[in-house]
């Protein structure tokens, strides 16, 4: 068995829902990292999970790898046909199935994404929380276990999803959860399935949660002279049980991709983002105790807004890191990377990264949802030049060590 025999007996099922044009080929095989273009064999536009139920059978018939594919978004590669064979490409299959707003869920294809999800929520006075700045696809969101800005309040994918529907490596139609907040009984298969990033079953169904829109939100900037004291204020305004909504570090080449991006005029010091939800009251005294905490680790040009319009450029910004990262290294391609450690360690994760970074001669910039312990740093990186190549993977070894010592 062979991926040409699986080509032939998918074509015999499908017909011309099976596209093998180079032009399609190529745009599965893009990324946004710096891996070479990696087409898969044919791409399939599936249409419901019996369809997608009989393409696997075929392909595990015929031994032929299968990648799931939702926006292409992820800043890792994932989805890249490394083995060949056939991407399911879910973009036909991006429909809202229902919302119950009384149980605050709604059920979803994996083909919609989260922007699209939440504007057809937008009448409800309910809104999907995970917000990982692309717009991702609900079961790329899933299968790669998104987090987030919002996710130290709201939490992550993992948190978010309650029931799956999935097909098995045979082709088998399995439903794990329900639309039950809680279960003690059985195994978790379904938090089993979020996160294993296609390797387990194709996800064909998700139930999430939602949330109630907040009565007022009030976002603002400021700056410090120091990493550690940015970090200092976030692990205090933590520790301090303070329900922050968003709060995101950037460090100062962050900041000068913003400026060189989105021709922003911030300082080209350590900034935090941060953003409150709830009542008019209750935001309100949040942030004067974020203020006084700030203000503890000398804080700077703090600058508050309660427009929606000036909420949505600065986090439109902050969405477009990764692009601003790039933009520091024209010419070059771009590596993403991604830890998370105990709030407790976060200041002496983010310094050693930072130092690392100039020890190696690299242009790395830091931004991260430090609200949850979770930073990345971007790396401008040139695959032809086995040098540069050789010190990002001793970055990148030095801060996955760097995080499990942590």
């Given at each position: 068995m062979t991926i040409q025999s699986a080509l032939k007996a998918l074509e015999r099922l499908l017909g011309d829902h099976l596209l093998t044009s180079d032009a399609v080929c190529a745009q599965h095989g893009e990324n946004e990292t710096y891996y070479p273009n990696t087409p898969p064999d044919a791409v399939i536009f599936p249409e419901n999970t019996e369809e997608v139920s009989q393409i696997v059978k075929l392909c595990n018939l015929h031994a032929c790898p299968i990648v799931a594919y939702g926006a292409g978004t992820s800043l890792e590669a994932q989805h890249?046909?490394?083995?060949?064979?056939?991407?399911?490409?879910?973009?036909?299959?991006?429909?809202?199935?229902?919302?119950?707003?009384?149980?605050?869920?709604?059920?979803?294809?994996?083909?919609?994404?989260?922007?699209?999800?939440?504007?057809?929520?937008?009448?409800?006075?309910?809104?999907?929380?995970?917000?990982?700045?692309?717009?991702?696809?609900?079961?790329?969101?899933a299968a790669t276990r998104a987090s987030g800005t919002t996710a130290v309040r709201y939490g992550t994918m993992s948190d978010n999803v309650l029931a799956l529907e999935a097909v098995m490596a045979d082709g088998t139609i399995v439903r794990t959860g329900t639309g039950a907040r809680k279960s003690a009984s059985g195994y978790d298969l379904t938090h089993l399935l979020i996160g294993s990033e296609g390797t387990l079953g194709i996800i064909t169904e998700l139930t999430v949660k939602l949330h109630g829109q907040p009565e007022a939100i009030s976002a603002a900037t400021c700056r410090f002279d120091s990493i550690e004291d940015a970090v200092n204020t976030v692990i205090l305004t933590i520790q301090s049980g303070i329900p922050m909504a968003r709060i995101e570090l950037l460090d100062d080449v962050m900041v000068r991709g913003f400026n060189t991006y989105s021709k922003s005029d911030l300082p080209e010091k350590p900034h935090l983002f941060v953003e409150f939800h709830g009542s008019t009251a209750a935001v309100a005294e949040q942030a004067e105790s974020f203020g006084d905490i700030?203000?503890?680790?000398?804080?700077?040009?703090?600058?508050?807004?309660?427009?929606?319009?000036?909420?949505?450029?600065?986090?439109?910004?902050?969405?477009?890191?990764?692009?601003?990262?790039?933009?520091?290294?024209?010419?070059?391609?771009?590596?993403?990377?991604?830890?998370?450690?105990?709030?407790?360690?976060?200041?002496?994760?983010?310094?050693?990264?930072?130092?690392?970074?100039?020890?190696?001669?690299?242009?790395?910039?830091?931004?991260?949802?430090?609200?949850?312990?979770?930073?990345?740093?971007?790396?401008?990186?040139?695959?032809?030049?086995?040098?540069?190549?050789?010190?990002?993977?001793?970055?990148?070894?030095?801060?996955?060590?760097?995080?499990?010592?942590?």
């Amino acid at each position: 068995m062979t991926i040409q025999s699986a080509l032939k007996a998918l074509e015999r099922l499908l017909g011309d829902h099976l596209l093998t044009s180079d032009a399609v080929c190529a745009q599965h095989g893009e990324n946004e990292t710096y891996y070479p273009n990696t087409p898969p064999d044919a791409v399939i536009f599936p249409e419901n999970t019996e369809e997608v139920s009989q393409i696997v059978k075929l392909c595990n018939l015929h031994a032929c790898p299968i990648v799931a594919y939702g926006a292409g978004t992820s800043l890792e590669a994932q989805h890249l046909p490394v083995q060949g064979g056939v991407t399911l490409d879910f973009a036909n299959m991006n429909k809202v199935l229902e919302v119950r707003d009384e149980d605050l869920t709604a059920v979803v294809q994996p083909g919609l994404t989260r922007e699209e999800l939440n504007t057809y929520l937008r009448d409800t006075g309910l809104f999907f929380s995970v917000d990982p700045g692309a717009n991702a696809s609900m079961g790329g969101m899933a299968a790669t276990r998104a987090s987030g800005t919002t996710a130290v309040r709201y939490g992550t994918m993992s948190d978010n999803v309650l029931a799956l529907e999935a097909v098995m490596a045979d082709g088998t139609i399995v439903r794990t959860g329900t639309g039950a907040r809680k279960s003690a009984s059985g195994y978790d298969l379904t938090h089993l399935l979020i996160g294993s990033e296609g390797t387990l079953g194709i996800i064909t169904e998700l139930t999430v949660k939602l949330h109630g829109q907040p009565e007022a939100i009030s976002a603002a900037t400021c700056r410090f002279d120091s990493i550690e004291d940015a970090v200092n204020t976030v692990i205090l305004t933590i520790q301090s049980g303070i329900p922050m909504a968003r709060i995101e570090l950037l460090d100062d080449v962050m900041v000068r991709g913003f400026n060189t991006y989105s021709k922003s005029d911030l300082p080209e010091k350590p900034h935090l983002f941060v953003e409150f939800h709830g009542s008019t009251a209750a935001v309100a005294e949040q942030a004067e105790s974020f203020g006084d905490i700030a203000a503890e680790f000398s804080a700077e040009a703090f600058s508050w807004t309660t427009k929606t319009e000036e909420r949505t450029a600065l986090w439109a910004m902050r969405h477009k890191a990764h692009y601003a990262s790039w933009s520091l290294n024209p010419g070059k391609k771009f590596l993403a990377t991604d830890v998370c450690v105990p709030i407790s360690k976060l200041a002496a994760a983010v310094v050693e990264a930072k130092e690392d970074s100039l020890r190696l001669g690299l242009t790395s910039t830091i931004v991260g949802h430090v609200g949850d312990g979770n930073f990345h740093c971007g790396v401008g990186i040139d695959p032809e030049d086995a040098d540069e190549l050789a010190r990002v993977e001793e970055f990148t070894d030095n801060l996955c060590k760097l995080a499990l010592r942590l």
